[in-house]
């Protein structure tokens, strides 16, 4: 039983629009959650996160959003551009603990 | 920094062998990971360690998986025998501080193919 999905295993969008990469949970002891992205044949590096105190975090071009009610938080990369084209991981812990991560969705960004 | 370094970064073994996996994780954290990325069950964590001492190794899968750290720049993770399903990417990751959830740094992995 996956405790962290992302239910979308690719996601194609053009260069200069919005992507929108979800990600649903259902431990609702989930307190901390982060985003990381990862190149092939490089390790996930971390993008973004946000505390189960907050519904939206920003940094940049990249917004995480954070709906509790529905155990749902989005990723939005505006503008998107060519070398976002990556996979992008959802990962949840519960407070000081280990991270739980979704299988990944990958994100094609076309010029 | 070099960042979480791990080797080989390929490994191709027959299968009954055992296979040695090797991850320098960054200077001063005291944390690390070992992942396993695969196709079917995305990146599960197999065991972690704080200043050298495993803490949860739940994630190992079978007992010809075990992991040492017998330092704090050195650990390996080892399987034997290896067996054709244990093919995957293997990640070391290392962190620092209280908070194990925060910021934890990959290392580029290890691919490993068991024929």
């Known amino acids: 039983d996956q405790q962290v999905k992302q239910n979308s295993p690719s996601l194609s969008v053009q260069e200069g629009r919005i992507s929108i990469l979800n990600c649903d949970y259902t431990?609702?002891?989930?307190?901390?959650f982060l985003w990381y992205k990862k190149y092939p044949a490089e390790g996930p590096t971390f993008l973004i996160s946000?505390?189960?105190?907050?519904d939206k975090n920003e940094d940049g071009r990249f917004t995480v959003f954070l709906n509790k009610s529905a155990k749902h938080l989005s990723l939005h990369i505006v503008p998107s551009q060519p070398g976002d084209s990556a996979v992008y991981f959802c990962?949840?812990?519960?407070?000081?603990?280990?991270?739980?991560f979704g299988k990944g969705t990958m994100l094609l960004v076309s010029p | 920094d070099a960042g979480v370094i791990q080797s080989p970064r390929h490994e191709v073994t027959e299968m009954g062998q055992e296979v040695t996996l090797r991850c320098k994780p960054i200077?001063?954290?005291?944390?690390l990971f070992w992942y396993r990325q695969t196709m079917m069950r995305g990146l599960e964590l197999l065991i972690y360690?704080?200043?050298?001492?495993?803490?949860?190794d739940s994630g190992m899968p079978e007992d010809r998986f075990s992991a040492k750290m017998p330092n704090a720049s050195f650990s390996t993770l080892k399987i034997q025998p290896s067996e054709p399903r244990d093919s995957a990417v293997y990640f070391c990751?290392?962190?620092?501080?209280?908070?194990?959830?925060?910021?934890?740094?990959f290392g580029p992995g290890t691919r490993l193919t068991v024929t």
């Open positions: 990962a949840a812990s519960v407070g000081y603990s280990t991270l739980t």
């Open positions: 360690f704080n200043n050298n001492v495993p803490i949860d």
């Open positions: 431990n609702s002891m989930f307190d901390y």
């Open positions: 990751a290392s962190s620092l501080g209280t908070g194990l959830s925060y910021e934890q740094y």
């Open positions: 200077s001063g954290h005291d944390y």
């Open positions: 946000i505390s189960s105190i907050k």
